[in-house]
């Protein structure tokens, strides 16, 4: 190949790139300028920032687990239900264990996982097996781990004996390094996500696996002709999104020191799917990626912490943040459509 | 309609293109897959709009700048994918975007009437209370015909409406056009198949490369000429040469008993290495399915398969390919290709797992390296492995097809429809893959709706009718007559 037609196929595979990362990345960075100069500075200091991040563990991490579940053209509505679930499942496993330190953090999260992993093979199984679309048996998931959390914990938060999760929940990490980088302290939730979502972009970028989430949200047939077994990877994905609301579930035990059927509110799974959405991935399926995932709950946490900065009022707020979701979507379509054309 | 002149840039380039039809006159359209027929209709019929040139209708320009503009300047289009609401049936379908009303209301009595009306002036008989979805191909194509006749169109433009119906049903949509043709209607007929311009088109137009190389009345215009001016060289009208099959060539794929309701029915037959067998039969006889169960996409009820004399359980696509065999199915947009995904990752998606490097990822420059590898020996035409398989033109999609299972190391080759919709540059391509696949030891088995194909291709010929396999022919036997006779069951 000549060194044009080389520079020509790098530029194209560039683009490709760009259009694949969502748009929330391009309203993301305008807005943190805005923000910064309406609050004066406060926002870019380091230690909001770093507050953003803690703030927006939760929601990016369902949002990782449902960047799978999404981009194979599926939902899941259950992913908040569940995180309450495996929350009050594992403090009731936590305080009947006789374990301390990394043991019992490590019991009562595999406890929490396996609750998880099962609730999205349960999930998974209507729809690979019956062909029903996710929307009803997520949605059925949804209602029967809320009222699972509440019966099991008698409708009150089971609050953990030990105090050997508070670190987990929001301890920093490292603080003797941090320090003495003169750097804020980071909290661990924040590394857990970090890692969460290094590791699912590895998985889905450069996996079969990944690939074949791909293949299935594009071209279900064609990749069931080609091979792909599409029941089993469509059943791994609704498992990594139950995966990912335990470890939602145990973050916010953890961090609260309690385990509380009142986790779930409704709010979570839809924040989590605005930030996929937001991220660039498409609800057709076949297009999408986590990187977009962790900028899109950026961008929404960006907006609910400015908000708070600059003392707008909380019903306000909730309208701002649907036009800028619906704002994100439209701009990264018409960006799209910019980039087919060119 | 006089004097189109335009172009239109992207992956496919229209270079001022003209062209004129007169009322009451069929004037086919020709060339090679990616020549630009389809922008070019889809310019007139205002799916896309054009960067330069300008449309008259009746002398005066217009501007049509969208779907609803083209409908109202008498423009209907009957594309290859029909657009009709499956769950529909014929009379909503027609009435689509342009209800009657009383009131409120749809009107439902003059909804059936203005059908019926249309399907009265084509003088045909469709159901017309039943889903489209349940219709045959050639009915529902029928219904488009009444739908843009209902919309008192004057131009019509069809793209290539004869792909998928059987000789039968060629003949009576032909007897349709010579009556919407003597109504003063006039019919752009984009077509492959070389042998119907003479007995449908008035004039013929061909494309090459974006730009119109020729246009001639039909009659000074012979086959070869239009071939010529296509592909812009000499091209060899006949098949190629097939290799002899050994004489002691074990046998390759054996099919035993197979069964799955409806239209397979105790279907035994086998294929030798090296071999390539046809499989004929009207459109509807269990062709597909067949292929499709020993491909593992639709699950058999009973019988066996074996390759290379071991029996294989095949219960999904993927023990398919894990025992040698490869199927390139006939509709490549739904069942082949996964359009959004670039060339590469279509061509590599079957045989993933050769590019997995040890720490369980897949290694990015060899599987690219097995792209350009195969754009290359396939002469696929893109512009890179990164380009999205849907911005491809048909011929070219069916070699990414093609380069997919090539990339593994099948043993049997189910080919079906292998060179439907496209053009004769690239099928002469596909045939000279199938006989060096051959060569190579392979056992083939294809199936085809186009009897000189499965005669020319095939060193055996299968006929399939009721999901059964009616009659065997060795290649020396098998004349269209006998092959015909057999698929229709008359008596020979």
Known sequence: MTPELAAKAKAAELRAYWMRIGGAILVFVALVVIINIAAHGAFLRSGNIVSVLRQITYNCILGIGQTFVIITAGIDLSVGSLASLCGVVMAIVANSLHLHGFLLLAVTLAAGLAVGGLAGYINAIPVVRLNLPPFITTLAMMQVALGLSYIISGGRPISLNSTDFQNTGFGPFLHGLTSALHMPSIPIPVIWMIVIAVACSVLLMRTRFGRYVFAIGGNEEAARLAGVRVKKIKTLVYVISGLCAAVVGFLYMSGFSSGSPQTATGDEMLNAIAAVVVGGTSLMGGRGTIVGTFFGALLIGVLDNAMNLLGINSYLQKVVLGAVILLAVVLDELRKRYLAKA | ?492
Do not use: C
Request: net charge negative; aromatic share 4%; no cysteine.
């Open chain 2, 1 to 492: 309609m006089r004097g189109i002149g335009k172009s239109f840039p992207g992956v496919r380039a229209l270079d001022n293109v003209s062209l004129t039809l007169d009322a009451g006159e069929v004037l086919a359209l020709v060339g090679e897959n990616g020549a630009g027929k389809s922008t070019l209709m889809k310019i007139l019929a205002g799916a896309y709009v054009a960067d330069t040139g300008s449309i008259l209708i009746d002398g005066r320009e217009v501007a049509i700048s969208g779907p609803a503009v083209a409908e109202a300047l008498g423009i209907g289009m009957i594309y290859q994918e029909f657009n009709l609401v499956p769950q529909l049936n014929a009379i909503d379908n027609i009435a689509l975007g342009q209800e009657p009303t009383r009131g409120p209301l749809i009107d439902e009595n003059a909804a059936a009437q203005r059908a019926r009306a249309a399907f009265t002036d084509l003088g045909i008989d469709v159901p017309l209370t039943i889903p489209t979805a349940t219709l045959s191909v050639a009915q529902q194509q029928l219904v488009e015909i009444a739908k843009v006749l209902s919309r008192k169109a004057r131009i019509i433009v069809m793209d290539e409406p004869s792909a998928a119906l059987t000789d039968r049903e060629v003949d009576r949509l032909f007897g349709i056009i010579r009556r919407l043709r003597e109504a003063g209607v006039g019919i752009i007929y984009i077509s492959h198949r070389m042998e119907e311009l003479p007995k449908i088109a008035d004039r013929i137009t061909v494309l090459r490369d974006g730009t119109a190389i020729e246009t001639r009345s039909q009659a000074d215009f012979p086959a070869n000429d239009i071939v010529r001016a296509m592909v812009g060289r000499d091209v060899d009208a006949h098949f190629p040469e097939l290799p002899p099959v050994a004489a002691g060539a074990p046998i390759a794929l054996d099919v035993r008993s197979a069964r799955r309701a409806p239209l397979v029915n105790d279907v035994s037959f086998s294929v030798r290495a090296g071999e390539i067998v046809g499989m004929a039969g009207l459109v509807g006889a269990g062709r597909t399915e067949i292929v499709r169960a020993i491909a593992g996409a639709d699950r058999m009820q009973a019988g066996a398969v074996l390759v290379d004399g071991k029996v294989e359980r095949i219960r999904e696509p993927s023990d398919a390919i894990a025992a040698g065999i490869a199927f390139i199915t006939e509709d490549r947009k739904a069942q082949g290709l996964v359009l959004g995904m670039t060339v590469r990752e279509n061509v590599t998606l079957a045989h993933l797992e050769r590019f997995v490097d040890r720490d369980g990822l897949i290694d990015r420059k060899r599987e690219d390296a097995a792209a350009r590898g195969s754009i290359e020996e396939l002469s696929i035409r893109t512009p890179g492995p990164e380009q999205l398989v849907r911005n491809l033109s048909g011929g070219t999609q069916q070699k990414v097809v093609l380069a997919k299972w090539l990339l593994g190391k099948a043993r049997v080759f189910l080919f079906d429809e292998p060179t439907r919709g496209i053009d004769v540059g690239a099928k002469a391509e596909i045939y000279g893959l199938m006989i060096e696949l051959a060569k190579n030891g392979a056992a083939i088995l294809m199936v085809s709706s186009e009897l000189p194909e499965v005669l020319g291709m095939s060193h055996r010929v299968l006929v399939v009718r009721a999901g059964r396999i009616v009659a065997e022919f060795a290649r020396a036997d098998a004349t269209p007559t006998a092959v015909i006779a057999a698929a229709t069951g008359a008596a020979a």
